[in-house]
């Protein structure tokens, strides 16, 4: 016991919990790429697609043969090779049977396998499963000695690495995939291209990769749909392997009695479904976000039909269908990620090229190692055939050493020089064969594989014919599919920018917009508001508020330096207290709106607490992210106090210390960005106040209650941008404001 005690004790290792973590947490992500997540570039799956192709070519489910339940595949795939959830596996297998989600499935299921809809498969007891044409082509010389076998997980079998994939699954049929820290997104593209670029690669593997696009044109989806990209947004996607895609549906417009005109979506993006995409439409008539529409309706069969009939004849098509591009699913972004599992098993980011040359370098390894498969295979066949030949030769002599030696196998062999197998196939002979016909038979035999045996050596040994033979692959490859090339997706080029417009599916009218002192913000209908009736939060009261339509933007500067836009129709309305402005907008919860504006078109003065500013443009500072933009940069804990409307030629500025600086607006700068210049210097304290004045009218400023003070002679403040400033007259507010 004690020495029990003693090794355990020698083994312990002393370790922090986050170091153990780290590592533990460090192969498991290591196991989800490498394992699970990233396809292998060569073909293109991973490994529980690779498992569930092979399991069905060992239960021989092959094209010609008949279907077997599906739950039988995954039991014997979950069982032998893949040791985790069948509802994992299955999934798998249904999408490999989907003609909506691949453009040449792998899988041909027989039941009830999902749809566009996005309703669910059957479950695995009622459907049905065999590998289609193009699995049996991925699967095409495994028993050949084309790649090489791992043993499963339990070391009971044994399993492929990967496929020889004789056909270029990872580009035609695409893959996704979310690992730890990296993810894969693969759409997929069309076989004729595919394969032609292939063939230009063999024939020159050094070619640009504009060379090569001028074939691929982008991604060919199986449910259709038109990419709007320019080729130079196409190109650098292809060349980076990351980008995206824009991708909308298709449509047409048919036309009715007495000029009346609906419009068809034939063609839907890839991967949306089609009934998320009616419910949408339904919903936003419903709540009369699209008053221009007055109905939807699915009139799908085999072939998708969606009908959005327009309120009145008197519409534009385009415009209105711009509407729905923007607010539904009818048009989205298809991501471009070639992250692939490399020949090293590596994660790697590749470009399309890459992609290329590793899956036809792949099939020029597995043409080797089949032919050399072959070639052995011949060379013993010829060994037993000799043998055979030695026999019709000295068929008494054999006969007798058969008959009367003690051991035949060892005096054939001494007697006639042969080999231990030769002796074997000769003992092993049925004397129904040592016929004269047999023996021509025979010797026929022997020159067709001989001629075979030639033809293998010089493929194997002459680089050119083992790209020629990949090339002639390639072209039986799309002569097979020829009926089934033809591109499904169309190809836009023309740059089309989405264009705005809010009077389709929203309503027109007079909103004040009413910005409390605590941030919460809300609508009001009308203009001519009694601000003493609007209610707010115990302890809140009126910051802000500025009147607008229903379909303009509101425009919202912080005092984190961040201009805000919104449109003012995604307000919250009514008579409540509106909604938190953090709520709406991202990074504003901590800030404080200082100035509210919808204009496109005015010059604004940026002001912060160290005394620094500049001019902006407001046609610079519109963003549509909620995070808003920043335009005013700051430092430490500075602040942004003024945002002004320029409609003077003079700046008066004051600091906390009350000093007064009055000067030129034309010297302060106009950027676009930054933390502008120093407006007014202080050596002790910051910005009080700024205001924007004609010199004309002079200061004013609010003295008590109800008292305004005007001072027209200015002459004691002004002074050049960057000043001190000097003391204010009596009477000025304290701490020091303008207004």
Not at 71 to 82: E, N, Q
Not at 436 to 465: C, P, T, V
Not at 530 to 552: A, H, Q, T, W
Not at 692 to 721: A, P
Request: include cysteine.
């Amino acid at each position: 016991m004690i020495d029990d005690k003693t090794d355990i004790k020698d083994k312990q290792v002393r370790s922090t919990f986050s170091e153990e973590l780290s590592k533990r947490f460090l192969q498991y992500a290591l196991s989800t790429i490498t394992s699970r997540s990233l396809p292998d570039v060569r073909d293109g799956l991973k490994p529980v697609h690779r498992r569930l192709l092979y399991a069905m070519s060992l239960l021989n489910l092959t094209p010609e043969k008949g279907f077997k339940k599906s739950a039988r595949v995954v039991g014997d795939v979950m069982g032998k090779f893949h040791p985790h959830g069948d509802a994992a596996i299955y999934d798998s297998m249904v999408r490999m049977a989907q003609e909506f989600s691949m453009n040449y499935t792998l899988v041909e299921g027989q039941g009830n396998f999902g749809n566009i809809d996005g309703d669910n498969a059957a479950a695995m007891r009622y459907t049905e499963a065999r590998l289609s044409k193009v699995a049996s082509l991925m699967l095409q010389g495994i028993n050949e000695n084309a790649i090489d076998f791992r043993d499963t997980y339990d070391g009971d079998g044994i399993e492929p690495i990967l496929l020889p994939s004789g056909f270029p699954n990872l580009l035609v049929n695409g893959a996704q995939g979310i690992a730890v820290g990296m993810a894969c997104s693969i759409p997929p593209h069309n076989l004729f291209e595919i394969c032609e670029a292939a063939k230009l690669l063999i024939e020159n593997r050094k070619i640009e990769i504009n060379e090569i696009l001028k074939i691929i044109k982008g991604p060919d989806f199986p449910t259709g749909g038109t990419i709007l990209e320019s080729q130079s947004s196409i190109q650098e996607t292809y060349k980076n392997g990351k980008g995206s895609f824009r991708l909308r549906a298709n449509w047409v417009i048919e036309k009715k009695a007495a000029g009346k005109w609906q419009i068809c979506v034939n063609e839907i993006p890839f991967q949306m479904q089609k009934s998320r995409i009616i419910e949408k439409l339904a919903d936003l008539i419903s709540e009369k976000k699209l008053i221009l529409v007055s109905d939807v309706r699915d009139e799908s069969s085999d072939e998708i039909r969606i009908i959005i009939e327009p309120k009145t004849k008197n519409l534009n098509p385009d415009e209105l269908m711009d509407t729905l591009f923007r607010q539904t699913d009818l048009e989205t972004r298809v991501q471009l990620n070639l992250n692939v599992l490399d020949e090293q098993g590596k994660p790697k980011i590749m470009t399309v090229k890459e992609a290329l040359i590793s899956w036809i370098d792949h099939r020029r390894t597995i043409l080797k190692r089949v032919s050399l498969y072959n070639l052995d295979k011949i060379n013993r066949r010829l060994e037993v055939l000799d043998s055979y030949l030695i026999v019709y030769l000295n068929l008494n002599k054999v006969i007798k050493i058969i008959r009367e030696d003690k051991d035949p196998k060892q005096n054939l062999m001494l007697k006639f020089k042969l080999s231990e197998m030769q002796a074997v196939s000769i003992l092993d002979m049925k004397l129904r064969n040592l016929r004269k016909l047999e023996e021509r038979e025979i010797i026929l035999e022997k020159e067709n594989l001989l001629m075979e045996k030639l033809s293998l050596e010089k493929l194997l040994n002459s680089q050119a014919k083992q790209w020629k033979e990949i090339k002639k692959q390639i072209d039986d490859l799309k002569n097979k599919f020829n009926d089934e090339i033809i591109r499904k997706t169309k190809i836009n080029n023309t740059i089309i920018e989405i264009k705005e417009n809010i009077s389709l599916n929203v309503e027109n009218e007079p909103v004040t917009v009413v910005l409390s002192k605590k941030g919460w913000i809300k609508t009001i209908k009308g203009h001519n508001i009694d601000f003493g009736k609007i209610n707010f939060k115990e302890g809140d009261d009126l910051n802000l508020y500025l009147s607008l339509n229903s379909i303009d933007k509101l425009l919202i500067f912080a005092t984190n330096g961040k201009f805000y836009s919104i449109p003012v129709y995604k307000l919250p309305s009514g008579r409540g207290f509106g909604e938190p402005l953090s709520i709406i907008l991202d990074d504003i919860s901590d800030a404080k709106a200082l100035y509210l504006s919808n204009s496109k078109d005015e010059k604004l003065l940026l002001v912060s607490s160290d005394g620094r500013g500049f001019i902006v443009d407001s046609k610079e500072i519109s963003s549509k992210r909620k995070s808003g933009k920043q335009i005013l940069n700051l430092k430490g804990d500075n602040q942004a106090i003024a945002c002004l409307h320029v409609n003077g030629d003079m700046l008066a500025i004051v600091g906390e210390n009350r000093k007064i600086l009055i000067f030129n607006i034309h010297d302060i700068p106009k950027l676009n960005k930054g933390q502008g210049v120093i407006l007014q210097r202080y050596n002790d304290g910051q910005c009080a106040d700024a205001k924007i004045i004609d010199s004309n009218s002079g200061l004013f400023w609010r003295q008590g209650k109800d008292r305004i003070r005007t001072e027209k002679n200015l002459i004691t403040w002004i002074g050049k941008r960057g000043g001190t400033g000097k003391m204010p007259p009596r009477g000025f507010p304290n701490p020091p404001k303008f207004t």
